[in-house]
């Protein structure tokens, strides 16, 4: 059983247990420990985080704990989740920590952690961070002062990653491209309109003011009715909304309609495949991926691979397989070519070098699939009890399933990261999932909330 890492990493209201400085400081203490630091210079770790005002608290909190176990720390500042995955590795780093609660309010933050190679770390490596954390305080006496690491800021960070990020699509141009792009007030708010201007687009920012309190505040991939709006009053060709740490992406085109990850991911695949660059014709997705985009990808000859909700289950099959495509339709995609981690801007960048290669649209690129009626619904809860324990849960769910007779589904699951319950709901018609979505949600209301 996990205490404080959920499906991506430690997460919480800040300053509430566990995202507490002290919680923090024995955090720090513990990775130095687990990634073999010894010394001033034996170890290092790039630290990065979004723009969430209690990033300053976590940030010192856990640079104090790495440097007193003799750890160095190469800090970063405000910089995308997946520019931290990206820097660690370049730079020979040991480990990475992001300071972000990605899509969730500005109340809430967390500690994303990575290995050397830019990976997000494996079950048994976070509980042996946990074992540490809660055992006990780690005893640090043996770093003398002469051992204490150091601290530095990396100046150039932003540099090293726009130049990275540039590459991905070689010597692409974006000249005459009008983009609506919006950094939800997050740790892309300064690196991403750069990357798509130095490229020659002409770029329109929203969420590009954070105030500590603003990230993910009616804007970013959780609000994508923003760049909707702004797209159809601006006349631009696209809209790009990431999300508070730039890990993940959702589009619109050009007449507003909003453009999922389900669809991004199709599109792609259908490019790579034609171009014999999809690794074993396959693509990884998650169990809420539209039925749509399985029916699509089946006609097209491309095989899926399916995993639980979360991109590091999509990413631990992908490395398991040696598959190069695989995301969630919350916009989490990953292209294993070039990025460890989600990267919405790397996915931006491809999905337009596309529309110039191709010659198409965005809405025409996306036409490839046709939407199952889908409905998620999400639902505080007291307490996660399993699904399949709650008899009258159980038995909601299995006359669903009855119904739906093969022509739709019906998934309920827990969120890793927030106390929440999910209902994922397709049918062949809004009345049916409308009418099952209501039905489940009344019995949720009444065992759980």
């Known amino acids: 059983?996990?205490?404080?890492?959920?499906?991506?990493?430690?997460?919480?209201?800040?300053?509430?247990?566990?995202?507490?400085?002290?919680?923090?400081?024995?955090?720090?203490?513990?990775?130095?420990?687990?990634f073999g630091a010894k010394g001033h210079g034996s170890a290092r770790a790039v630290i990065g985080k979004d723009t969430r005002l209690s990033g300053y608290m976590i940030e010192t909190a856990l640079t104090s704990g790495l440097v007193s176990m003799g750890m160095d720390v190469l800090a970063v500042g405000p910089m995308p989740t997946p520019s931290v995955a990206h820097l660690t590795k370049s730079m020979g780093a040991n480990c990475g920590i992001m300071i972000t609660a990605s899509h969730n309010p500005s109340d809430d933050n967390g500690i994303k952690v990575f290995?050397?190679?830019?990976?997000?770390?494996?079950?048994?490596?976070?509980?042996?961070?946990?074992?540490?954390?809660?055992?006990?305080?780690?005893?640090?006496?043996?770093?003398?002062?002469?051992?204490?690491?150091?601290?530095?800021?990396i100046e150039d960070a932003r540099g090293r990653y726009i130049e990275f990020a540039k590459s991905s699509i070689r010597d692409t141009s974006l000249k005459g491209v009008k983009i609506?792009?919006?950094?939800?007030?997050?740790?892309?708010?300064?690196?991403?309109?750069?990357?798509?201007?130095?490229?020659?687009?002409?770029?329109?920012?929203?969420?590009?003011?954070?105030?500590?309190?603003?990230?993910?505040?009616?804007?970013?991939?959780?609000?994508?009715?923003?760049?909707?709006?702004?797209v159809v009053k601006s006349k631009a060709d696209i809209g790009i909304a990431l999300d508070g740490d730039a890990d993940?992406?959702?589009f619109c085109d050009s007449h507003g309609s909003i453009v999922n990850g389900d669809k991004i991911l199709g599109l792609c695949a259908l490019d790579f495949s034609a171009r014999k660059r999809l690794a074993a014709n396959t693509i990884v997705l998650t169990s809420m991926s539209n039925m749509g985009l399985h029916k699509a990808m089946q006609k097209a000859g491309i095989k899926i691979e399916v995993t639980d909700v979360g991109d590091r289950y999509v990413i631990e099959k992908m490395r398991s397989g040696s598959f190069n495509l695989g995301g969630e339709q919350s916009g989490h995609i990953i292209f294993m070519d070039y990025a460890t981690t989600g990267d919405g801007i790397i996915a931006?960048?491809?999905?337009?070098?596309?529309?110039?290669?191709?010659?198409?649209?965005?809405?025409?690129?996306a036409s490839f699939m046709t939407d199952f009626?889908?409905?998620?619904?999400?639902l505080n809860v007291r307490e996660k009890i399993p699904v399949m324990e709650i008899p009258s849960l159980a038995d909601i769910i299995k006359k669903c399933e009855s119904a739906l007779d093969g022509d739709g589904r019906v998934i309920v699951?827990?969120?890793?990261?927030?106390?929440?319950?999910?209902?994922?709901?397709?049918?062949?018609?809004?009345?049916?999932?409308?009418?099952?979505?209501?039905?489940?949600?009344?019995?949720?209301?009444?065992?759980?909330?």
Request: proline share 4%; hydrophobic share 40%.
């Open 180 to 230: 609506v792009l919006d950094c939800a007030n997050g740790a892309a708010y300064l690196l991403a309109p750069l990357i798509f201007r130095e490229l020659g687009a002409e770029v329109k920012t929203i969420g590009v003011s954070p105030n500590g309190h603003n990230i993910n505040e009616n804007c970013g991939a959780t609000y994508p009715q923003r760049i909707s709006e702004e």
């Open 373 to 378: 009626p889908q409905k998620i619904t999400s």
């Open 115 to 153: 290995s050397s190679d830019g990976f997000k770390l494996p079950d048994e490596l976070e509980l042996d961070i946990e074992r540490h954390v809660l055992g006990g305080e780690i005893n640090s006496e043996h770093i003398n002062t002469q051992l204490i690491g150091k601290a530095y800021r």
């Open 1 to 34: 059983m996990r205490e404080l890492f959920g499906t991506d990493g430690i997460r919480g209201k800040a300053n509430t247990y566990p995202i507490t400085p002290e919680i923090a400081l024995q955090v720090g203490k513990a990775i130095a420990h687990i």
């Open 348 to 365: 931006a960048l491809h999905v337009m070098k596309l529309m110039f290669s191709s010659g198409k649209s965005l809405k025409q690129l």
């Open 413 to 449: 699951r827990y969120s890793g990261t927030e106390n929440k319950i999910r209902i994922l709901l397709e049918a062949l018609t809004e009345e049916k999932v409308s009418l099952w979505t209501e039905k489940i949600s009344k019995v949720i209301k009444k065992e759980l909330v």
């Open 248 to 250: 993940r992406v959702i």
